[in-house]
């Protein structure tokens, strides 16, 4: 652009060496990342406390819940031999033999083990939050073989259903059966 009339040049001669003459605006020192006060120091380290104690009970949870996921692993391997005929009679056994496996890794051996008949459908209901077994598991699995009911895909439904359910709400601490 050429300088117009009764206009300045905006380049003078002067110019580069007053451009020369300029400096950087000094940069400021680096910020600190170290907490400055107590306080924070005070926070962070109950921070930091609280997600190792939520990571330690998280893990203490997932071990303590190994057995029911082995029992519903287990659970939906016995479905598939229920599904067959042939196996139908032993796989309705399996799946009460689950029912006292799975007791037996929550509550004390002297109080479990002994269970049978009504007193152990009363103890499922009591434990298991989610109902009771009626007598399905005399029907299907226990009673003598000439006087089990048909085990019908329906009715084995029903068992596998209630059991699954059983596995999933059943609770280990006795107390909490003693509040319901």
Same mark, same amino acid.
């Given at each position: 652009?050429?300088?117009?009339?009764?206009?300045?040049? &905006?380049?003078?001669?002067?110019?580069?060496?007053?451009?020369?003459?300029?400096?950087?605006?000094?940069?400021?020192?680096?910020?600190?990342?170290?907490?400055?006060?107590?306080?924070? *120091?005070?926070?962070?380290?109950?921070?930091? &406390?609280?997600?190792?104690?939520?990571?330690?009970?998280?893990? %203490?949870?997932? %071990?303590?819940?190994?057995?029911? %996921?082995?029992? =519903? !692993?287990?659970?939906?391997?016995?479905?598939?031999? &229920?599904?067959?005929?042939?196996?139908?009679?032993?796989?309705?056994?399996?799946?009460?033999? *689950? &029912?006292?496996?799975?007791?037996?890794?929550?509550?004390?051996?002297?109080?479990?083990? !002994?269970?049978?008949?009504? !007193?152990?459908?009363?103890?499922?209901?009591?434990?298991?939050?989610?109902?009771?077994?009626?007598?399905? =598991?005399?029907? =299907?699995?226990?009673?003598?073989?000439?006087?089990?009911?048909?085990?019908?895909?329906?009715? =084995?439904?029903? *068992?596998?259903?209630?059991?699954?359910?059983?596995?999933?709400?059943?609770?280990?601490?006795?107390?909490?059966?003693?509040?319901?």
């Amino acid at each position: 652009m050429s300088a117009g009339a009764g206009q300045k040049p &905006l380049m003078t001669d002067a110019a580069p060496a007053t451009l020369k003459a300029l400096k950087d605006a000094p940069l400021p020192a680096p910020s600190d990342w170290t907490p400055q006060t107590m306080a924070c *120091l005070v926070a962070f380290a109950v921070i930091g &406390l609280a997600v190792v104690a939520l990571i330690a009970f998280a893990v %203490r949870q997932h %071990r303590a819940q190994r057995y029911r %996921r082995a029992a =519903l !692993s287990e659970l939906a391997e016995i479905e598939g031999h &229920l599904a067959d005929t042939h196996t139908r009679p032993a796989a309705a056994l399996a799946l009460a033999t *689950l &029912l006292k496996r799975c007791a037996l890794a929550v509550r004390p051996r002297a109080e479990v083990a !002994s269970l049978s008949g009504s !007193s152990w459908r009363t103890w499922l209901a009591a434990s298991g939050r989610s109902g009771n077994f009626d007598s399905d =598991l005399e029907k =299907l699995v226990y009673g003598p073989p000439d006087k089990r009911a048909d085990r019908t895909e329906h009715a =084995l439904s029903d *068992l596998k259903r209630k059991t699954r359910r059983w596995i999933m709400r059943h609770s280990r601490n006795p107390k909490s059966r003693e509040k319901q």
